[in-house]
């Protein structure tokens, strides 16, 4: 069977959090279960998979972002495909699609974050013609 792009489903839960353990994402099934239901929900998401012989082979999620300061953006959070499937198209369909998906919500910038440590990445961004906007600190808070 040909490979394709499709909407998430929660069933495909182990299979994302599976790759993403490949970038360090070390999250409980259980957990990724739960962001994902609440996530599917929430029209302000897309969330897409990968399928190649009925295997998912990378996923992407897609954001709208609303802010005072800049204009209106869908922001790709995460982006991962298996390790044994990269560099032949499947990122470049998966984010393809998600521009797509920003369009229908008239959205005309897609951003995409990513870390700093992950150089792999960069030239792949730049390839797809996204230009660096910036670089900067994340700062998170945690209480109980």
Known sequence: MKSYIRNAEQKDYVAISALSEQLGYKTP?????????????????CV???VDHDQIIGWVHGVYSLRIESEI???ITALIVDQEHRN???????VE????????QNC????????????????FY??????LNKEQKVYDKIWH
């Open 29 to 45: 099934h259980v957990a990724v279960l739960k962001r994902l239901k609440e996530i599917l929900k929430n029209p302000e998401h």
């Open 48 to 50: 897409l998979v990968a």
């Open 73 to 75: 953006f869908v922001e």
């Open 88 to 94: 032949k198209g499947t990122g470049k369909k998966l």
């Open 97 to 104: 699609h998600v521009q797509n998906w920003a369009k229908l």
């Open 108 to 123: 005309k910038l897609l951003r995409a974050r990513t870390n700093t440590l992950r150089a792999e990445s960069h030239p």
């Open 126 to 131: 730049e390839k797809l013609n996204f230009t």
